[in-house]
């Protein structure tokens, strides 16, 4: 009863979300947009049919396969595009997909690898922006002339590269967050939360072991991930190429890869910012004028991957009551064991 109760609440709010999105974009605007890129949109949209097709592909790596059998294919796919739909339109930190994704998984399997299943794909997701950024700045190293504030701005996302492949580190191999929650139940008052953190020590603990398993112990599955990830992020710039040729503007794939890399460093760098509104503009804005593209462009991309954004939040949106219906009927008639990989 509890977690269909979850699934309705979360499908209630973000029904109500998804349409506050659609009044703030202008529903005049979305549909003048609509028309301005014509027939392309739908190869737009394919483009994230496609990107989400590898991000299933992930993630069924990191499930394992008898889990991943449990779920099916399909279903993986309709969990995994309803959670980025929810984490778009969470306001503040995009983290709503991930409860939702771990609740339904729960139905599968036990709560610690739940939850491990969750933080291990949710990790290799931001270990692929990583390499994709890395990407990204050897193009700009290469393609773009240099010069002192340039060197400075490539510094910092440098360093901020390395912090990120650090905090990766001591999270999945020297159990940095079973660590942390035992150093906070220490030092937290009042007591009594300090207590219940302890009490929970153990799960935290058996989830840690589980990530950590995954990384050391199915190094060939962690490594396809990983592929299958950034290859989405590759995949994902043909839609910037698309946008532009429908104002038939050329921009070539190396181009393209350090427009969405760039971006989306910054955006991630912004997480705090609702739903990203007026952040992607600017930044957008800014960026289009170092690839050697009027500036102004930089803002009609932002309105058509909106557009693309509310379909795919749209169909996210409508898979929810279908995964609940579907992790309702296989919990009656298939109660989900522990099993490992």
């Known amino acids: 009863m509890k977690s269909k109760t979850i699934n309705n609440v979360i499908f209630a709010v973000s029904i109500l979300l998804f349409l506050f999105i659609l009044y703030r974009y202008g529903f005049g605007e979305f549909v003048a947009n609509v028309q301005k890129v014509g027939f392309k949109l739908l190869p737009i949209i394919g483009v994230w049919l496609g990107v989400y097709v590898l991000n299933t592909c992930a993630l069924r790596l990191v499930a394992g396969r008898d889990l991943a059998h449990r779920i099916g294919l399909g279903r993986l796919f309709a969990l995994l595009v309803s959670s980025f739909s929810l984490n778009y339109i969470t306001p503040f930190v995009a983290l709503g997909g991930e409860v939702y994704k771990t609740n339904v998984l729960m139905e599968y399997t036990d709560a610690p690898r739940a939850a491990s299943t969750v933080a291990n794909y949710y990790s290799l997701h931001v270990l692929s922006h990583v390499l994709f950024w890395m990407l990204g700045l050897v193009y700009f190293v290469f393609n773009v002339q240099m ?10 996302i440098g360093v901020f590269i390395v912090a990120m492949i650090s905090l990766f580190y001591a999270i999945f191999y020297r159990n940095f967050l079973s660590g942390t929650v035992g150093f906070l139940a220490r030092i937290i008052r009042p007591k009594s939360l300090g207590e219940k953190l302890r009490a929970a020590q153990p799960g935290v603990e058996k989830t840690a072991a589980q990530m950590k398993e995954f ?6 599955s962690f490594l396809l991930g990983v592929f299958a990830e950034l290859l989405a992020r590759l995949f994902s710039c043909v839609e910037i190429m698309i946008i532009l040729s429908a104002i038939d503007i050329d921009m070539t794939f190396g181009q393209a890869m350090f427009f969405v890399g760039l971006s989306s460093l910054l955006l991630n760098l912004l997480f705090f910012i609702p739903l990203q509104m007026g952040s992607r503009e600017g930044i957008f804005y800014m960026i289009m004028t170092t690839v050697g593209i009027s500036s102004g462009v930089g803002v009609y991309i932002s309105l058509i991957t909106r557009i693309r954004e509310l379909a795919w939040i749209f169909i996210g949106l409508m898979f929810l009551p279908i995964n609940k219906i579907r992790t309702r009927q296989h919990s009656k008639g298939n109660p989900a064991p522990e099993v490992g990989e």
């Open 147 to 156: 010069t002192g504030d340039l060197v400075q701005i490539l510094l910092m």
């Open 215 to 220: 990384y050391v112990s199915r190094r060939g």
